[in-house]
């Protein structure tokens, strides 16, 4: 009936570091904090085990209620982070029933976190919340936010990656959005390029 945090207990530090359910330590602070932290053991983004943030274990966590916000599935976090246009719990409900101001009256809304701007080509999937970001409209992701890009069918990268990660910084981007292309454009290119080459030698 207590809250308890996976069974293996950290070498050194076992107060301040907690296991993820793949063998992996991360800070005990970071369980059920409203964003997704343990990776597999193979460290990949793409592969996620949530075990920090599932909902038995953190509404078993202590939340005060003074200064902490307790999200649906049980995480917690600051009430300043309530209504602020970001996602801070996983399941989204630290922004449900929210009485928005005219964005021009909120400007941290504008100036924190990183723009997603819309790109039908794209299929866009925040790694913290392990959802899809909607890409028919501006979005807006906090600042840590991982996210993994794929193009859509009959688009490619033009590095020819299938897969690309982005993290938000409280700069920006750490690396600015790739772009797909047309497989079409991207073949016409080749073939163009082959041309010149041949036509030259």
């Known amino acids: ?20 359910e793949s063998g992996n330590f991360i800070e005990a602070n970071k369980f059920c904090d ?6 597999t053991a193979k460290g990949k983004e793409e592969n996620i085990d949530n075990s920090d943030e599932r909902p038995f274990q953190c509404l078993l966590k202590s939340c ?3 200064k902490n916000f307790r999200c649906d599935y049980g995480g917690c976090i ?3 982070k309530i209504c602020n246009h970001f996602k801070d719990c996983i399941d989204g409900s630290d922004e449900k029933d929210c009485e928005y101001e ?3 009256d909120t400007p941290r809304a504008q100036k924190e976190g990183c723009e997603i701007k819309a790109n039908q080509n794209y299929n866009i ?8 970001v909607y890409t ?5 992701v906090s600042v840590d936010t991982r996210i993994s890009i794929r193009c859509k069918n009959n688009y490619v990268f033009s590095n020819g990656l299938s897969q690309q990660y982005r993290i938000c ?4 981007w750490d690396h600015p959005l790739p772009k797909c292309i047309s497989e079409y454009t991207s073949i016409c290119s080749i073939i163009s390029f082959l041309a010149s080459y041949f036509i030259v030698v």
């Open 1 to 20: 009936d207590e809250w308890n945090y996976n069974c293996t207990d950290h070498p050194e530090y076992p107060d301040e570091w907690k296991a993820c």
């Open 34 to 39: 409203g964003k997704i932290d343990c990776l």
């Open 64 to 66: 005060s209620p003074h």
């Open 78 to 80: 600051k009430k300043s």
């Open 102 to 104: 005219d964005a021009k």
């Open 125 to 132: 999937r925040n790694q913290n919340q392990n959802s899809n």
């Open 136 to 140: 028919g409209a501006v979005d807006r």
């Open 169 to 172: 910084t409280k700069n920006g």
